[in-house]
């Protein structure tokens, strides 16, 4: 299979004399050479975003920050270029998506009368509340709950991910730790999460474990989890889109103590 990456022949050469003159002509060649992160980012946040089909327009907002993620590189720290670049890449695709405001007006009522629900439950109950009481609540039928958590689970994973990249920690390493990208600080403060989230995710039963793993750790695609669990999409897309919502009100408490 033939390596989708480009030669890395020359990098380390073109990163000293960038770092030595700052030339835009040596920049450029940096940009074109790491283009491929843009592309690869691209492909997989359409793909998980159903309501935004815009390539064009987040390959730019990708390219417009690998040029920013290049000006900004220290190559004396130990970091792969790669990781800062996908971190500040995805993040203003992300971002980009989100200041559309792409999504349904009917979906993001569905999704707040949900997390409304859950709130008032959780407070009552003293602990997160099965599905069956939040159809209840909102006085549905279990059916038809589930086919709100289905509709509303890319909501939830781009309200997920925009809380993860606010905070300047992409893929929260709920499978592993890579190299940081800042300061000692910043360290300790990335490795505090990621036992937050590591907790917060034992938390979760085991069908919802299993899912995150399988979507954020093994990048598999719903289609393909569903086959591997040997369920529906739409019952993978409802515990997706219910186990976020777990992490993101535990994270949420976190961030805001």
């Not at 074109?32 to 815009?54: E, M």
């Not at 990048?219 to 897309?237: A, H, N, P, T």
Request: proline share 2%; net charge neutral; hydrophobic share 35%.
């Amino acid at each position: 299979m033939k390596n989708t990456e480009p030669e890395q022949i020359g990098a380390v050469e073109l990163w000293t004399k960038y770092h030595q003159t700052k030339n835009l002509e040596v920049r450029n060649r940096l940009v074109v050479q790491y283009s491929y992160i843009v592309k690869c980012i691209a492909l997989k946040t359409v793909g998980r975003y159903q309501y935004f089909n815009y390539m064009d327009d987040i390959v730019n907002e990708g390219l417009i920050a690998l040029l920013d993620a290049v000006e900004k590189f220290d190559v004396g720290k130990k970091v792969k270029f790669e990781t800062y670049a996908s971190i500040k890449v995805r993040g203003a695709m992300i971002d980009y998506i989100r200041k559309q405001d792409c999504f349904p007006r009917r979906l993001k009522r569905i999704a707040k009368n949900i997390s409304e629900a859950e709130n008032t439950l959780s407070h009552r109950l003293g602990r997160n509340p099965t599905d069956q009481e939040i159809a209840d609540y909102l006085q549905i039928g279990l059916p038809e709950y589930e086919k709100m958590q289905t509709e509303t689970c890319v909501l939830n994973m781009m309200s997920f991910e925009e809380m993860i990249y606010e905070k300047g920690v992409e893929n929260i390493q709920i499978s592993q730790a890579g190299d940081s990208i800042h300061g000692p600080e910043q360290v300790v403060a990335e490795k505090e999460l990621q036992a937050v989230l590591a907790k917060d995710i034992e938390l979760l039963n085991e069908k919802e474990q299993v899912v995150i793993s399988l979507y954020y750790k093994e990048q598999l695609k719903i289609k393909e989890i569903s086959s591997v669990m040997g369920i529906s999409d739409s019952r993978v897309s409802q515990i997706h889109s219910s186990a976020l919502r777990k992490l993101k009100k535990s994270l949420a408490e976190y961030l805001n103590q």
